[in-house]
Structure formats: structure tokens, C-alpha cells
């Protein structure tokens, strides 16, 4: 699914928020505020506003809330009593009440619609007025349900998803120091918050970790792992070296085994595609902690690398040309069909034919659209035409690489 909204916390955060609670993978794509007025007119934008959340199915889910609840139902995280029905959506109504307000004096200049002095009053209300009145409702609800450490219940709800929302909001350099002081007189909301966002810790900390993939100028073996980073939403700088770059990175012993693709997560360099790939994998919540389902995973995984191998094999090793005709005629009419009809039964077995494995994205999935697009649909592979009409007779494989292929194309288009 990919969720659509600007590169700040906002309305979307409660969603990102609960999907990552979730373990759902989802593509949160970052629109640029500047570049918002040309983009509300795409179909993609009901109502001409953000947030959107565009599922699998191609639904598209408009309105915050209308969203939350969705994926409350969905997940868990709404309940179907009646009364706590009513307790939940008070507090959210509430919740929207101030932020609507908060929204409107911290949004981007280019969104902002208030004159100086006008923004600076609102400003100034806001934080005498409705920052002190919401945190002590906050605080009342908090007290009926002390022992629980929930707003709502003994367990996570879309109203504490929304509270984080409101907090991850003005936790900015303007406010930040006057929301401190305020939540420093009222110790329960202040526990409250600190430890819901403790349980966030690593998806902040992922957020803003600084990484960069080193690898050449083409898809080759750090396609996947430039995938399940965009995927996920991660900033990264995508470094494309030339044989010269490398062979200088490499005389300075930067790369273990001389090799790339290579990570730099921070200062650290880590290094071998499949080792890269489980580790983000899961870190983003793409690799399952079944056994039963991580096997079946990494199957699929493994299967592709060793076609892959065989293919670099076919293209740089320095055999003879007969060896070559030898090992092209085996991977077009024994390899490539061989694997492609294991992927082919598997997506017949399920339920839900749009992923590998499971309902949503996993590890195999970007491994395989890596794949498609370094050999199958790579015009520098001499036989790509030939795989391709390989492909042609499992159709269940090419629908689904099509499919997945476009999830990565320009998101509006």
C-alpha cells in the first residue's frame, strides 16, 4: 500500500504511526509541499488533500480519520463496544479540535495562510489557551485509566495513535520548549507520552539515520536493496561509482571482501547483498519471524541469487564462447523456466496472487523485481528478449511483475 503525504509528521503520522505498530509494510511517499499545487489535481487525490492511503486493491482511502478507523478495524485497534466506541472517537474529536489549529500555525510557509501578526497571535493563543486545555482533558482521561497506561482501554487504540500525532506535531524548536514545561505540571500525560514514543524509538532513530549505498551506475545487485529503502521511506543517498571510483574506495580498504553493493549506515559500512538485505528486512518489518514463513522467504530469495550468479557467470566470466552457447541455452530453456514455474505454483496456491508471500510486501518481492529489471527487462543482457518470451508462458509471474514494477515508477502517473 502507499501512503501519500507531505515530508512532515502532520495528519499522516497517527497512520504511519499504527501501520509500522502493525508490522504492515507500506511505501510512505514524501510529496514536496512546493510541489503540492500541481500535484492535487492527480486522481490519486479525492478531495484534493493529504493524506491518501492507496491500498493494494487500488482503493484509495481519503480523510485522516475516515483512514485511522479503517485500519483500526482492520488491525485491531478500534474497538466494538459500544462504549468504548464512543470513548475513542471523543477523544479523537477532541484531539482534532486543537490540531486543526496547531496544523494551521506550524505548516510550511507555502501552506500557511496567515499574515505575520496574525500568525504570531494564533501562535500565542494557542499556547496559553489550547496547548493547557487539551493536555488537562488528556490528563482526566488518563486518571480514569492510570493503571492501564492507555487513553482508552488496556491496549492500543486509534486515540493513542492521534495523541502521538498531536505530540509528534509540536514537538518543534517553537514549541517544544512550552509543551515541556506544561507536560512537566501534568505527570501523568508526561509519563503517557515518553513511554508511547519510547515504543517508536527505533522508527525514529531508523528515520533519521544517514545512509548511503555504494554501488555502480546500473540495477544489478543493489536494485533490491535501493527498493525495500524507497519502500519504506528512507532517505538514502544512492552513490553510482565509476571502476575508478571503486578501485580507489578499494585501495583505501574502505569495502570488507573488496565488494560492493556496500551500506554506510552512519559511520558504519556494511557490506554483501543478501547479509544488507535481511538486516533492513528486519529492521523495516519485510522479513517474518515465522520460521515456517521466513523459509519460504529466503527460498525464494535464494533462488533468485543463484540465477542471477549463473547470469553474471554467463555475461563477465572469462569462458570460452562455446561454454557460453552451452550455459545461455540451459538458463533460457532449463533455468529460467525452472524458476519461474516454482514462483508460477506458488502465486496459484494463494489466496492473494499480488505477493510473494503473504498479503503485502516482503523481502522476496523486492528481491525479484530487483531481479526483473537487472536481467529480465535489462537490454544490456544479450537474451532478455528470450527470458521474456519464456515469461510469456506463466502468466500469473507477469502480471505480478508488472504490477510490482509499476508500484516503482513516478508515484502520480
Known amino acids: 500500500m502507499n501512503l501519500y503525504y507531505f515530508d512532515f509528521a502532520g495528519r499522516a503520522e497517527a497512520i504511519r504511526l499504527l501501520l509500522h505498530h502493525a508490522k504492515i509494510p507500506f511505501q510512505d511517499i514524501r510529496i514536496k509541499s512546493t510541489d503540492w499545487k500541481t500535484l492535487k489535481n492527480s486522481p490519486i487525490f479525492e478531495y484534493h488533500s493529504l493524506p491518501v492511503l492507496q491500498l493494494d486493491n487500488g482503493l484509495k482511502l481519503s480523510q485522516s480519520h475516515a483512514i485511522l478507523e479503517y485500519l483500526g478495524l482492520t488491525y485491531g485497534y478500534m474497538p466494538y463496544d459500544e462504549s468504548l466506541v464512543y470513548q475513542v472517537k471523543n477523544v479523537m474529536d477532541a484531539v482534532e479540535d486543537v490540531f486543526n489549529t496547531i496544523f494551521s500555525v506550524f505548516a510550511p510557509p507555502e501552506l500557511n495562510q496567515y499574515e505575520p501578526q496574525a500568525l504570531k497571535d494564533a501562535q500565542n493563543k494557542l499556547f496559553n489557551e489550547g496547548f493547557p486545555f487539551i493536555f488537562d482533558k488528556l490528563q482526566d482521561k488518563l486518571k480514569q485509566n492510570e493503571k492501564n497506561n492507555f487513553i482508552i482501554s488496556d491496549k492500543w487504540t486509534i486515540a493513542d495513535f492521534a495523541i502521538l500525532q498531536l505530540f509528534k506535531t509540536i514537538f518543534n524548536p517553537l514549541s517544544k520548549p512550552i509543551v515541556d514545561s506544561l507536560l512537566e505540571k501534568r505527570p501523568l ?48 543517498e544512492d552513490y553510482r561509482m565509476t571502476r575508478e571510483t571503486f578501485n580507489m574506495e578499494v585501495n583505501q580498504g574502505k569495502f570488507e571482501y573488496n565488494q560492493v553493493p556496500a551500506l554506510q549506515e552512519n559511520d558504519k559500512i556494511f557490506v554483501q547483498t543478501d547479509a544488507i538485505l535481511q538486516k533492513l528486512a528486519v529492521k523495516f518489518n519485510y522479513l517474518s519471524k515465522d520460521p515456517k514463513i521466513m523459509y519460504m522467504t529466503l527460498n525464494i530469495c535464494s533462488g533468485m541469487k543463484d540465477l542471477f550468479d549463473a547470469v553474471v557467470k554467463f555475461m563477465f566470466s572469462k569462458i570460452t564462447e562455446q561454454s557460453k552457447i552451452k550455459l545461455k541455452e540451459s538458463l533460457i530453456n532449463e533455468s529460467f523456466p525452472n524458476i519461474f514455474g516454482i514462483i508460477e505454483k506458488r502465486l496459484n496456491n494463494k489466496e492473494n496472487k499480488m505477493f510473494l508471500i503473504g498479503s503485502n510486501y516482503s523481502l522476496a518481492d523486492f528481491y525479484l523485481i530487483g531481479f526483473s529489471r537487472s536481467i529480465i527487462y535489462n537490454p544490456m543482457i544479450g537474451f532478455s528478449r528470450d527470458i521474456q518470451r519464456s515469461l510469456d508462458n506463466f502468466p500469473l509471474l507477469k502480471n505480478y511483475i508488472k504490477k510490482r514494477l509499476d508500484d516503482f515508477r513516478y508515484p502520480l502517473n
Do not use: C, M, Q, W
Open 189 to 236: 500525560l508526561l509519563k503517557y507520552v515518553n513511554s508511547k514514543f519510547e515504543e517508536f524509538k527505533e522508527y525514529y532513530e531508523a528515520r533519521n539515520t544517514k545512509y548511503k549505498l555504494y554501488y555502480f551506475d546500473t540495477a544489478g545487485r543493489a536494485e533490491p536493496i535501493r527498493l525495500l529503502l524507497r519502500h519504506a521511506g528512507i532517505k538514502f
